[in-house]
């Protein structure tokens, strides 16, 4: 008996190392950086994490947030004309890499965008933070602001370029943050991953078409086939560097529907075998899965009786370790929603998922349908509820009179008899 009781131990344990070995992802990965991190690019989930909010001079990398406002501020094929005093008023801004912009020279919003993430201008980060709120000084205002919404904490700008500056500072989360951002701009992708790229002319700048052109020269190793860094399915980059911030960079990649994105600091230039360590490992071992799609109807809501479809406000992801079949769970509570009147798509409900314990992004639902509560029927479902009260208090008292009417006869009744 001893030995079958054993025997079942052992085959138990057995199935349950199996088990584990089936679903343990594979360590993760040292890096030479001295801050990284790697996170999932649609759900922002922290899948590796080396010092990660540490504050450091981001240096180019800077680009990544005026890129992002550019984006979401402009029109590639927006034209406008920078200030007579251009070159005066932002001396201190506009020194190393450049196209040499002139004053009351008419740029293109796209121009600037190519100069500015593949050859890192810094005059066209300037000519773009004047474009958007008049100033730099404005323009960081934005700049942190946006910085904020998106989830940042361990950043302050102070310039739209990253030149150094005691108090400008972000960190690698915060980098690969806004890179999530960027990649929801299709343009982002295309001009980030363009080779070479040639500038039209200006009124200032070969109008008569007669010079060399403005042309600017991808330098990202990871873009190219006959590098040994070159790594399959990039979607964008910036690097950054100055002798006070040293090296900081953040890349994104996508392969088989998953998207990651990894950001590095460090004082010696390991990123380009930093970004296919940390990609590799993710790739290898997690998977992106959808929810739901916009749209989808993920529960129908009672309200007063009527059925609301709680729509998905956008797609919802989440990741998990390959091989593994693990679900979000998530629960809406009775009374969540108190609103008497709203419109289709109007949002009603923040669910907050959870997968093996974990916290997972928040999932935003919207209705999918136009609601107003019925005054008129709430009101004559009140008198109804009032008339029925009042119907049986009246019949409560009618019975009480009955029954002491008729005790009170009975008694007079037995007064009669006689012995």
Known sequence: ????????????????????????ATA????????AVLIDGKTGEVLYDKGMNSPFPPASTTKLMTALLTLENCKLEDTFTVSNDFLTKNSKYIDGNRIYIENGEQLKVKDLLYSLLLM???????????????????????????????GCTSTNFENPNGLYDG???????????????????PDFTKISTTLVYEMSPTNKFNADKTKSTRKFWNEDKLLFKQSSAYYEGVLGS?????????????????????????????????????????????????EDKKLFSKGDVVAYYNLNGTKIPLVAADDYYYVIPKGTQYKPQYSIKKG????????????????????????????????????KLNTIETNNSYNNSLYIILAV???????????????????????????
């Open 28 to 35: 993760p990965p040292s890096v030479s950086s001295d801050n």
């Open 238 to 286: 910036k690097s950054g560097y100055t002798v006070q911030s040293f090296h900081s960079f953040s890349a994104a990649a996508s392969r088989n529907n998953s998207t990651f994105i990894v950001a590095f600091h460090g004082k010696t230039k390991t990123f380009y075998e930093d970004t296919k360590t940390l990609l590799n490992y993710a790739f290898n071992n997690f």
């Open 120 to 150: 890192s201008a810094n005059d066209s980060a300037v000519a773009l933070a004047d474009h958007i709120s008049g100033s730099v000084p404005e323009f960081a205002k934005l700049m942190n602001k946006k910085a904020k919404e998106i």
């Open 167 to 185: 108090k400008h500072r972000s960190s690698v989360k915060d980098l690969a943050l806004m890179m999530k951002e960027l990649l929801k701009y």
């Open 393 to 419: 208090f009246c019949l409560i008292l009618i019975i009480g009179c009955l029954f002491t009417f008729f005790k009170i006869k009975a008694k007079r009744a037995n007064k009669n008899i006689y012995y």
């Open 336 to 371: 969540s929603i108190k609103k008497v009147s709203f419109n289709k798509g109007a949002e009603l409900l923040t669910l907050k998922p959870k997968l093996n314990n974990k916290d997972l992004p928040d999932l935003k639902l919207i209705s999918g349908t136009n609601y």
């Open 1 to 24: 008996m001893k030995k079958i009781a054993c025997a079942i131990f052992i085959l138990i344990t057995l199935t349950l190392n199996i088990g584990f070995e089936t679903y343990a």
